[in-house]
Every structure is written in C-alpha cells, then in structure tokens.
C-alpha cells in the first residue's frame, strides 16, 4: 500500500481522495514524455535561492501543444482524474526538481485550480507528506514510486498542505526512497466559482 498514516480518519478521507495508480506509465511512455520536455527544460537553470519559493531546486514551464503520443497520455490521465464536469486547464505544468531540489508544504492557490490536480511521476519516486492545513502534527505519508500517477481531490487538495520530501528526510514505512532528479507532468482544473466566492 502507498498510504503510511496513524490517524484513522486522515486514512478514511485519503483513501478515497489521494489515489496512486503505480505503473501507470510504462517505459516507452516515460521515455516519451521525457523526451518532449527535456528538449525544452535542458535550456533552463535549477533555481534555489528564493527563500520564500515552495519549490526550492526546481526548473519549470507550462505547455500546451504534445506530440500525438504524448497527448494520448495525458488524455488517458484527463478521462481518469477528472471526474467532475470541470474543465482541465490547456496548459499542463511541467516541474523539473533536481536531486536535491525538494517542495515545502503548501496548498495550490484556489485561485488558480479547482478541486483536482494528478501528476505522472516521471525518473524517479519520492515521498509525498499530506497533512492537515489547520493542524500539521496530523499527517499521512504518500509513496509515489517512479512512473505512478497520483490524484488527488477534495480534501486532500483543499484541506492538507502537501510537500515533496528532502533526499535526507525520504523515508516510508523506514524504508529509504532514494531521491533523484524528479520530474512531474501535472494536470489541473479550473477553479470552481464556489471555492472563489470564500476567499
Ligand atoms: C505543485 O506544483 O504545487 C506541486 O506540489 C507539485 C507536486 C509534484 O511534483 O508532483
């Protein structure tokens, strides 16, 4: 099981919220994606000295247009994580973190996306720590294992921070994962009025 969390309802509300298909993608296909994004992201440095940035070690860009490969891919995780009637976004983010690169804990804006974001694991796993917005010492560790793709929704979006763990703090179930370079294909929705009209 991917999921590592004491707290029986943190595992009730994630297990219908975080979902990690594993091997969703198969070889081929991750060459496929990394082939298209490295063309672009090679040209790009690592940045790591913001010290308010979420992100820290991480190189990113935002693109619309995919080989028709690609696009069969990404439409296969569309059908799959969006249930809702809500609209992905066209332009899927692209984030390229380095070895040691690694991301702090933080909500996505509500502004900027709606109840779903899913991302293709792509080069190497890592643990992803989901923990309640409004009271961190309540957390669940998520493993997601090179070429997975997770979904997560709801309250997992919308009620847990959620960060990508340092190479030195990269443990599930005290197993060490291993932290290479990562780069994650992530898709989104457009923010629901609703969720706008609170903030
Ligand atoms: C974000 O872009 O807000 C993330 O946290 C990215 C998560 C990931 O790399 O899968």
């Not at 493993?143 to 960060?163: C, D, N, Q, V």
Request: proline fraction near 3%; include cysteine; hydrophobic fraction near 35%.
């Amino acid at each position: 099981n991917y999921l590592d969390v004491k707290d029986d309802r943190l595992r009730d509300i994630l297990s219908s919220d975080m979902i990690v298909k594993t091997d969703f993608l198969n070889e081929k296909e991750e060459e496929s994606l990394f082939v298209e994004v490295e063309k672009y992201m090679r040209r790009l440095r690592y940045e790591f000295d913001h010290w308010d940035n979420a992100i820290h070690g991480y190189r990113e860009t935002e693109k619309r247009e995919w080989n028709e490969q690609n696009m069969m891919i990404l439409e296969r995780v569309k059908s799959l994580a969006f249930t809702s009637n809500v609209a992905p976004l066209a332009y899927v983010h692209v984030l390229d973190i380095a070895k040691d690169g690694y991301i702090k804990p933080h909500v996505d804006a509500v502004r900027f996306c709606g109840d779903t974001i899913t991302g293709m694991c792509l080069l190497s796993s890592c643990v992803m720590r989901l923990a309640l917005e409004n009271d961190s010492t309540k957390f669940a560790d998520v493993y997601l294992p090179r070429r997975s793709l997770y979904i997560m929704r709801g309250k997992a979006r919308y009620e847990f921070t959620h960060e990508v763990l340092k190479d030195d703090q990269s443990y599930f179930k005290n197993q060490y994962v291993p932290r290479d370079r990562r780069i994650s294909i992530i898709c989104r929705n457009e923010p629901t009025t609703a969720q706008n009209s609170q903030t």
